[in-house]
């Protein structure tokens, strides 16, 4: 049944933490549009657009794309009609830049902003991450280790091969959460003050963490 929240998302958590695997449900859940900066630039990158040319380099190596180009694909992205009743951000913003420049953007916006911080340990990351399958076709994620396919290397709800994100391959995870720690961990002070910051302990099943989620949501945000 599809709830009503009328409130912007921003989920926070280092790679791996099961943002986008939430955001899914919540964009189920409340109608609102999941937008994930690293999609929209995967696949603006296997589009080869002018964006995904310059972005490539950086994603490859487990980096932060330069914050002018970010925000433009934000302020692009959030314009659109489908954000008009709140919208999810998942990996955005992952810098204090960002951050001050989306306060700006939903200044004049009106409707509250839930940032849900999702916090597990690095070593459970790291084994979601090389565990991690996507399908390219359809979207749909799984995990070696704890939501495998039926048959191995192949995507139940469509039939494609399944495939690992070059950025989930092992030393380029150590990157991504290096520069987590480095410039992305610090928007944890950034929103921790204001009225609907929560942190959420994010070990349990996805199912779990999403009943947190929307009860949250409903309870404490929800207008
Ligand atoms: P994600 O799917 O969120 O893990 O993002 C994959 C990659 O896309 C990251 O490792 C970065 O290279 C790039 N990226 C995604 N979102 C951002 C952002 N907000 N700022 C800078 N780079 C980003």
């Known amino acids: 049944m599809v709830t009503m929240i009328n409130s912007n998302i921003i989920l926070l958590g280092m790679p791996g933490t099961g943002k986008g695997t939430q955001a899914k449900f ?9 937008i994930s900066t690293g999609e929209l630039f995967r696949e603006a990158a296997s589009k080869k657009t002018k964006v995904g040319l310059k972005v490539k380099g950086f994603m490859e190596e487990g980096k932060l794309i330069p914050n002018g180009i970010v925000n433009e694909v934000i302020l692009e992205r959030l314009a659109r009609d489908d954000c008009k009743k709140g919208f999810i951000l998942d990996g955005y913003p992952r810098t204090i830049q960002q951050a001050k420049f989306l306060d700006k953007l939903l200044a004049k916006n009106g409707r509250p902003t839930a940032v849900l911080f999702i916090t597990v340990e690095k070593q459970e990351v790291v084994k979601r991450l090389t565990g991690r399958r996507i399908c390219e076709n359809c979207g749909k994620d799984y995990n ?17 091969m399944l495939i690992q994100r070059e950025d989930d391959k092992i030393e380029t995870i150590n990157k991504r959460i290096e520069v987590y720690w480095n410039q992305t961990n610090m928007l944890v ?35």
């Not at 919540?26 to 999941?34: R, S, V, Y």
């Not at 929560?198 to 349990?204: D, E, Y």
């Open 144 to 160: 070696l280790y704890y939501l495998p396919p039926r048959e191995p290397g192949i995507c139940d709800v469509c039939g494609e």
């Open 189 to 223: 002070e950034y929103y921790k003050k204001r009225k609907y910051f929560f942190q959420i302990n994010g070990k349990g099943t996805v199912n779990e963490i999403n009943k947190q989620l929307v009860k949250l949501l409903q309870e404490q945000v929800s207008m």
């Open 26 to 34: 919540l964009k189920e859940k409340h109608a609102i549009p999941h």
